[in-house]
């Protein structure tokens, strides 16, 4: 393809060597990217774009109109190297006919394990202990110290039994999980295989002793945990999000867990991110948050890098996409 064919391509930041060779080998692409771990700010983002036929990105990005007129007529595919596409004005994208990629199921199986790590962390006060062995707080046994909860015999309520929400609760049911529930718009025929029982919201928040939210961040799950939420879970119960951080009222989270209202959270998302350091929730010990590494395995970002970059020239070329949004 000769210089004046090649197609301008802008890469918000420096993603996994995989995706890259995919992008450099294609041989179509004028590449400029922000070469760097940190976000693009937002003044580079927008002149980085002008022009481009296509427009890598990641959840750090907000692409809104501004941007979209920035990139200009030429702008045929955005791919993001995410699962989550809340950053992109979906209805200014639509309307303008751009293309979008995204990488669904192949972060499913990393961040199901790491909900499920997290959860027993949290339930089994791990950070507590480690930092108990650091300070010199462990001395001689005791027969209550550092207790938690375990998992054999209990209820597990996951709302949104999507493909992660199904996959945690395959890995949580060899742990002697007595009852499994979950809630969503309607009941999933999947279900059957974890013997998820469909149960009302209100009647998952009430009976589980674990609760897992792993729904998708819309209108009507935005701020769904809130303190009437919290309020009508046990006092013994552990709530773990591994979602999208707006799901969850954060405030009314701290007041439940330094009330004593529920027994312990985990979070590996947070509003915002990162989290500030003097946030109230990281004075409590019985919060453990995590830095959104939900997908962060080696293979699974090489892998994720691929994906988006394969998203990225389908849509150049105008040929089907491994993995489209359907808008």
Not at 158 to 178: E, Q, W
Not at 287 to 303: D, F, K, M, Q
């Amino acid at each position: 393809m000769s210089a004046q064919q090649m197609l301008k391509v802008f890469v918000t930041r420096r993603i996994p060597q995989e995706g890259m060779k995919i992008l450099q080998k294609a041989g179509m692409c004028n590449l400029s990217v922000w070469d760097s771990d940190e976000p693009v700010p937002r003044a580079e983002l927008l002149k980085g774009v002008a022009g481009a036929h296509g427009l890598l990105c990641l959840l750090s990005d907000k692409v809104d109109a501004e941007v979209l007129d920035a990139a200009g007529p030429n702008l045929k595919v955005i791919s993001t190297l995410s699962v989550g596409f809340d950053h992109l004005a979906i209805d200014e994208i639509k309307k303008r006919g751009i293309r979008v990629g995204y990488t669904p199921d192949v972060l499913t199986d990393a961040t199901a394990e790491l909900t499920v790590a997290l959860l027993l962390a949290t339930a089994r006060r791990l950070p507590e202990g480690v930092e108990e062995v650091k300070n010199g707080g462990w001395s001689t046994w005791k027969p209550l110290w550092l207790c938690g909860y375990g998992l054999s015999g209990s209820t597990v309520g996951v709302i949104g039994l999507g493909r992660i929400g199904l996959a945690i609760a395959r890995r949580l049911k060899p742990f002697g999980v007595k009852r499994l529930l979950y809630t969503g718009r309607q009941p999933k025929p999947q279900a059957q295989e974890v013997d998820g029982e469909y149960v009302p919201l209100d009647t998952l928040v009430r009976e589980s002793d674990f609760v897992v939210v792993s729904c998708s961040l819309t209108p009507d799950t935005q701020g769904l945990c809130d303190k009437t939420f919290f309020s009508k879970m046990k006092k013994t119960s552990i709530f773990i999000n591994t979602s999208r951080g707006a799901v969850v009222n954060q405030e009314d989270l701290f007041e439940a867990l330094s009330s004593g209202q529920i027994a312990a959270a985990g979070l590996d998302v947070t509003t915002p991110e990162p989290l500030p350091t003097n946030h109230p929730l990281l004075t409590l010990n019985n919060c453990v948050v995590l830095p959104h590494i939900g997908s962060a395995t080696y293979s699974t970002r090489g892998v994720m890098s691929e994906l988006t970059a394969n998203n990225l020239l389908a849509g150049l070329t105008g040929s089907e996409m491994p993995s489209e949004l359907k808008l």
